[in-house]
């Protein structure tokens, strides 16, 4: 129990130290993007010269531009080096920060504070990334991959989709980027007829063997679709999710403005909860099962309006990415699992569930023709 615990609360822990202390490597065969006006050796300097984590520095140009304390940019990545190395199934992290339009003149680093500020300010070692590792055309979904360690290999592809008989597939052309050692990079991804058919390919090998293949794909909520190993659990960390606090997790104290924030929640974050929807309960465990789950899960079922709850089903859950999986037996011979895609609102109040984007199973508190739902936060 201990070391799950550990294990649960790692992420939480990482992203507390990079509130409290944050905020305040040469790929040869790398194809840059444009650069930037006035940047500083190369790295991802802009104009917003008000953040805390930059010193202003007279360019070439007589121009003033903003650089990274490479203090902060080196302890932000040794915290995410540190995160993936709690997990060996885990070959690197990714990040996805967003579209950049086609024709965009804006510096990089004054986009990446404009569209995701927050996961600039707890990383910044994302503008610090070298304009030789920045890979694509320059627009784009752009995604941020770190490799595991300095040991982790890390191929870049430009791939094409061609029909091959049994289906179109993804054929490796053009090599973007190729290091042995690989550092941190950011790739401009596009399309080509079809939203799931990427122009990228990004192969990732550790020091032990671990070897991931990924074409860069996000949900319609922007999470990146990672691919999964033993047991289901991801190969690659989610680490955009840090410049956000999600659902549960947010300080007692703390209102968030807007209604655009619903993120997936934390393990930790729906332990210990109990949720309604239509005529079902359901309560969320912590711990006191197999250690590849975070808890057990018990379901219970209203009849009819006044009649009380009675048991349903019970089972075993875990999140896997943006997806809450759970293992379900009503204990007379019937079971179901999936892997259902969730979202929680920063009130931690409403959760809102989908069908199991692979499968199209449905939970059972599911009725009849439904593919989603909200379910509410109960008490008591």
Known sequence: MKHLLQRRLLPVFLCMMLALGLTACGGKDAQPVETETGSTAGTLSGSKGEKDNRVETPSGSGEVTAEVDPKLAEESLNL????????DQYAGAVAYLGYKEQGDAAPLSDWLWENCAGL??????????????????????LFCIVPRDKNTSLAVNHVTWESLGNGVWPVPGEVLYREECAQSVLIFVNYEQWRDEPDTEIVLVTNDGVEVKWLPLTDEYGIPIVPTGE????MLMDFGIWGYVTGLDYPEDWEPSGDDWWLPPTDWGLAYTNWTCEQWYMEFGWGDSDPDYSGRIDLYHQPE????????????????????????????????????????????????IQQD??????????????????LIRAYG
């Open 231 to 234: 047991n289901y659990l991801p």
């Open 120 to 141: 600039v300010e707890a990383m910044p070692f994302l503008l610090n990334i070298p304009a030789e590792h920045i890979l694509g055309p320059g627009y784009g979904d």
């Open 305 to 352: 309006d006044g009649q009380e709850y009675a048991y349903s089903y019970s089972g075993i859950w875990r999140m896997e990415g943006d997806c809450l999986y759970l293992d379900l037996s009503d204990g007379a011979g019937t079971r179901m699992s999936g892997s259902f895609p969730v979202l929680i609102d920063p009130s931690g109040e409403s959760l809102h």
């Open 80 to 87: 995410l080096y540190d995160a993936i190395a709690f997990d």
């Open 357 to 374: 984007r692979e499968t199209g199973v449905c939970p059972p508190f599911f009725g009849e023709g439904m593919t989603c739902m909200e």
